[in-house]
């Protein structure tokens, strides 16, 4: 009986964390009306105020080295979930490129290119 008291008291928390997580994702703020990259540092604090780094709308802001200038670089801002398509689609990319270029580089005994 005091096990079985003590294993729901350790999956309380458990479930009071899920549900906490359940209501942080159901707190989702509405689109953005213009791009993140437009917006003012303090545009950006404004709106990241209140919310946790790890959420999905929270905004991060890169600097990229622009090609062909030393010192030039371009401020590129993102919410969480956009940095996370763009990550999927960049190893998706690169996957098709390695898959389109990987028969090209074949053995050429099989196709009698040697």
């Known amino acids: 009986m005091v096990i079985a008291l003590a294993l ?3 999956a309380a928390p458990t479930a009071a964390t899920a549900t906490a997580t359940a209501t942080d ?6 689109p953005l009306d213009r791009p993140a990259s437009t917006m003012t540092g303090t545009e950006i604090k404004a709106y ?15 600097k990229i080295e622009e090609i062909g200038s030393l010192v030039k670089k371009a401020r ?3 919410t969480n979930d956009e940095w996370k398509q763009l990550w999927v689609q960049g190893n998706q990319d690169s996957r098709d ?3 389109a270029y990987a028969s090209k580089f074949s053995d050429c005994r099989h196709t009698g290119g040697c």
Do not use: W, Y
């Open 8 to 10: 729901s008291a350790m």
């Open 76 to 78: 590129v801002c993102h």
């Open 25 to 30: 994702s159901a707190e989702r703020r509405p």
């Open 48 to 62: 990241n105020q209140g919310l946790d780094p790890v959420h999905p709308d929270f905004i991060k802001c890169r």
């Open 97 to 99: 490129t390695v898959d």
